[in-house]
């Protein structure tokens, strides 16, 4: 609101809070989304060693920083899960571009190999492999089961490469600290533990698409859309039925899906 309505608001978003915090407000500090202090990372204290799974062999966290030291002007892409209940229902792959914090929803059967499979190969045919590789050159994944058959992401079936992909050490997400960041935004519209069985692909690009138009300090105080420069992410946007939503109109809370 204050990057938005800086001409109408004649005083610094510091300010605002203060206010909140003496009571010259009609909103508490309970109404703010957080005010919280993240504990600090514990640092590992033994390497990994994971060379024995064959889908890692040349696709791990150390094999990925060495590729980023050889090829630094690259753009990283981040991809990841995520679930409602731990049951075998719906699940959303979450892909989001490092350069510009755009973030993909895209909702999946089930968190099997070939869901995720089916997915790029679906963009793939879309976008051509010319506009897929420049924008998925390097993705950043976990080792979710539904991620394993690393040559089928990299490779599409005619055998053409399509992307590198590499691997986080276990236990280790915050090595794509970005996109795990991100999925806050969803979590305020759909809270932690609940199902994701009844909503649509329609309903995740709608969250997708005002997570998109938000602001954020790290990003100057722009939104992820408004950074969005190339003829290869408009067509991504333009596939995906993705757009940017007013300001005024943004709602980032259970409202944005609510049927009544």
Known sequence: MCNTHSEEIK????????????GELSICNLDLRSKVKYRKRRKKQTEIK??????????????????????????VVEMDT??????????LLTIMFNSNSVMLM??????????????FDKLTKALGIRRFRKLFPVILTDNGRCFKD???????????????IFYCDLQASW???HIEKNHEFIRYVIPRGKTFKGYTQEDMTLIANHINSTTRPGLGYKSPYELVETE???????VL??????ADEICLSPKLLSKE
């Not at 060379?51 to 090829?71: L, S, V």
């Not at 895209?106 to 997915?119: A, F, K, P, Q, R």
């Not at 039925?241 to 007013?246: A, E, K, L, T």
């Open 50 to 75: 994971c060379n024995k799974f064959n889908y890692r062999q040349g696709r791990t966290y150390e094999d990925f920083q060495k590729y980023m030291e050889e090829h630094p002007d690259i753009p």
């Open 11 to 22: 005083v610094s978003e510091r300010s605002i809070y203060n206010y909140i915090e003496a």
């Open 175 to 177: 090595q794509k600290p």
């Open 82 to 91: 995520v679930r409602g209940l731990r049951t075998k229902e719906q699940v």
């Open 241 to 246: 039925n993705m757009s940017q939503v007013p």
């Open 232 to 238: 290869e992410m408009k067509k991504l946007l333009e």
């Open 106 to 119: 895209i909702l999946i059967e089930d968190e099997t190999e070939e869901s995720v499979t089916e997915v």
């Open 150 to 164: 690393a040559m089928a992401l990299e490779y599409t079936k005619n055998g053409s490469r399509r992307t590198k």
